[in-house]
């Protein structure tokens, strides 16, 4: 079991930037596949970006490629997330997930897919 801790998020006007950390507890960081998603108000829980156990595959949503960056140091068992020239639409609530196991080496881009989720951080753009 992993607990998930998320945070840098706040408030930023349209083209700045900010970094969201994932700080994940309990069984050996590199066994989870990591996912960010992002939720707002009356929508659905949307796909970021993922990234594998043993980092060496990820994958960004198209709405954020370019812009967001997804990253992970397992000897701080943590996850990140970069984002540049933020716009309006990227307001949401931020979250990260984890899925351990057979899906370790791979990435999972549903949230159903993920078991073990944090609490969310707030991430509100200006324009």
């Known amino acids: 079991q992993v607990q998930l801790v998320e945070s840098g998020g706040g408030l930023v006007q349209a083209g700045g930037s900010l970094r969201l950390s994932c700080a994940a507890s309990?069984?050996?960081?590199?066994?989870?596949?990591m996912g960010w998603f992002r939720q707002a108000p009356g929508k659905e829980r949307e796909f970021v970006a993922a990234?594998?156990?043993?980092?060496?595959?990820?994958y960004h949503g198209d709405s954020v490629k370019g812009r967001f960056t997804i990253s992970r140091d397992n000897a701080k068992n943590t996850l990140y997330l970069q984002m540049n020239s933020l716009k309006a639409e990227d307001t949401a609530v931020y979250y990260c997930?984890?899925?351990?196991?057979?899906?370790?080496?791979?990435?999972?881009?549903?949230?159903?897919?993920?078991?073990?989720w944090g609490q969310g951080t707030q991430v509100t753009v200006s324009s």
């Open positions: 997930g984890a899925q351990g196991g057979p899906l370790q080496s791979i990435v999972l881009t549903s949230s159903k897919a993920y078991a073990y």
């Open positions: 309990g069984r050996t960081f590199s066994y989870y596949t």
């Open positions: 990234m594998s156990g043993d980092g060496r595959s990820t």
